[in-house]
Every structure is written in structure tokens, then in C-alpha cells.
């Protein structure tokens, strides 16, 4: 069975984003996908700093996190948008992840080969997709495999029935099938 891991760039208690990837998730169960849902709250990690790292190592919630990247064949994010870019939440728990701990371990090991589907949901116009352009780039260059289908949600603040499910039912299958999707391919790849 795929093992797949579900997060969101943001910490917020009622983030839209964390929303959006659970309906991503519940499409990747229905594909058969075992599926791992985090909130990044949950490991709270010091910005990224060397001489923090030289000084005393990677933080343990920064190794809880990226050991849950390695354990998992693929990824579904869905990522705020902050000034055209994802957070910064988001940037530093991939710096770390990105971070070798032994001489003998390999390079991007939590990233190299593995699948990746993105997302967002923003307040604006855009859904947070001029942010998804730069995070596509960035996990491209650090060796995913990024699948081209994608979702932005614009005005998330009005995108959302109570039980997190999104009202428009075409955007809610078009979610569900970012899921099903990624799931799919890495049947075909695992």
C-alpha cells in the first residue's frame, strides 16, 4: 500500500489550507492510500539556522518531520500564500528536512523520487496560486516529482461549509481527485 503524507504551510487553528489538504487525503483514502494527516503546529521548529544546527544538532521535532517525509512515498501540501510566495512555516520545516544528519546518509533524502500534489486556498482573488509556481520550482529543484494537476481556492474565507467540506461540489471533486490521483501514480511507480 502507497503511504502518503498530508500537511499544510500553515499553523492556523482554522486554516483553509489544512482544510483543503483533509479533502485531498479523503481522496487518496478512497484510492486505496495509506494516508498520514499532520498540522506543522504540531512540530514547532526554530527557523533554520546553521550555526543552531552546528550547535546542537537538528531540533527533534525537525527530525520527527522529515523521518515522516522518508517513511512516506508521496506528499499532499496545500500552502498558504504569503506575498506571492508559501510561508515561511512551510520553508523552514523543508530547510530542515533538506538537512543531512550523517556523512553516510544520502543527499535530499526526505525529497529525492518522491511524488508530490499541491495546493491552496487563499482569501484573494488568485486562491494562492502565484504562491504554488515558486513551491512547484523549489520541491522540482530539490529532486519531487511534482504532478502537474493542481487547485487554488480563491476567497476561502466564503469556500468552506462548517464541516470543511468546500460548497462549490465541483471544486470539492476536483480536490478529491488531487487525492485519488496521486495515489494512483504512485501505484504505478511504487
Same mark, same amino acid.
Given at each position: 500500500m502507497v503511504k502518503i503524507l498530508a500537511f499544510s504551510g500553515s499553523a492556523r487553528k482554522q486554516s483553509y489550507n489544512q482544510r483543503l489538504v483533509r479533502i485531498a487525503a479523503a481522496g487518496a483514502k478512497m484510492a486505496g492510500a495509506e494516508v498520514t494527516e499532520i498540522n506543522l503546529a504540531d512540530f514547532p521548529m526554530p527557523i533554520f539556522n546553521q550555526d543552531l544546527e552546528a550547535e546542537q544538532g537538528m531540533p527533534d521535532e525537525a527530525r520527527a518531520f522529515k523521518n515522516l517525509m522518508i517513511g512516506h512515498d508521496g506528499l499532499l501540501i496545500a500552502s498558504p500564500e504569503y506575498n506571492s510566495a508559501y510561508s515561511a512555516l512551510l520553508k523552514h $520545516?523543508?530547510?530542515? $528536512?533538506? *538537512?543531512? !544528519?550523517? !556523512?553516510?546518509? $544520502?543527499?535530499?533524502? @526526505?525529497? *529525492? &523520487?518522491? #511524488? #508530490?500534489?499541491l495546493m491552496a486556498a487563499s482569501p484573494g482573488n488568485l486562491g494562492g496560486l502565484r504562491g504554488l509556481v515558486v513551491l512547484r520550482m523549489l520541491l522540482g529543484n530539490l529532486g519531487m516529482i511534482v504532478l502537474p494537476g493542481q487547485q487554488a481556492i480563491a476567497? $476561502? &474565507?466564503k469556500a468552506f461549509h462548517a464541516d470543511g467540506s468546500l460548497l462549490d461540489d465541483g471544486q470539492q471533486q476536483t480536490v478529491m481527485a488531487l487525492g485519488r490521483d496521486l495515489a &494512483? @501514480?504512485?501505484q504505478k511507480l511504487v
Amino acid at each position: 500500500m502507497v503511504k502518503i503524507l498530508a500537511f499544510s504551510g500553515s499553523a492556523r487553528k482554522q486554516s483553509y489550507n489544512q482544510r483543503l489538504v483533509r479533502i485531498a487525503a479523503a481522496g487518496a483514502k478512497m484510492a486505496g492510500a495509506e494516508v498520514t494527516e499532520i498540522n506543522l503546529a504540531d512540530f514547532p521548529m526554530p527557523i533554520f539556522n546553521q550555526d543552531l544546527e552546528a550547535e546542537q544538532g537538528m531540533p527533534d521535532e525537525a527530525r520527527a518531520f522529515k523521518n515522516l517525509m522518508i517513511g512516506h512515498d508521496g506528499l499532499l501540501i496545500a500552502s498558504p500564500e504569503y506575498n506571492s510566495a508559501y510561508s515561511a512555516l512551510l520553508k523552514h $520545516a523543508i530547510d530542515w $528536512a533538506s *538537512r543531512k !544528519e550523517t !556523512e553516510s546518509e $544520502a543527499p535530499l533524502l @526526505a525529497f *529525492r &523520487g518522491k #511524488v #508530490v500534489t499541491l495546493m491552496a486556498a487563499s482569501p484573494g482573488n488568485l486562491g494562492g496560486l502565484r504562491g504554488l509556481v515558486v513551491l512547484r520550482m523549489l520541491l522540482g529543484n530539490l529532486g519531487m516529482i511534482v504532478l502537474p494537476g493542481q487547485q487554488a481556492i480563491a476567497h $476561502a &474565507g466564503k469556500a468552506f461549509h462548517a464541516d470543511g467540506s468546500l460548497l462549490d461540489d465541483g471544486q470539492q471533486q476536483t480536490v478529491m481527485a488531487l487525492g485519488r490521483d496521486l495515489a &494512483g @501514480a504512485l501505484q504505478k511507480l511504487v
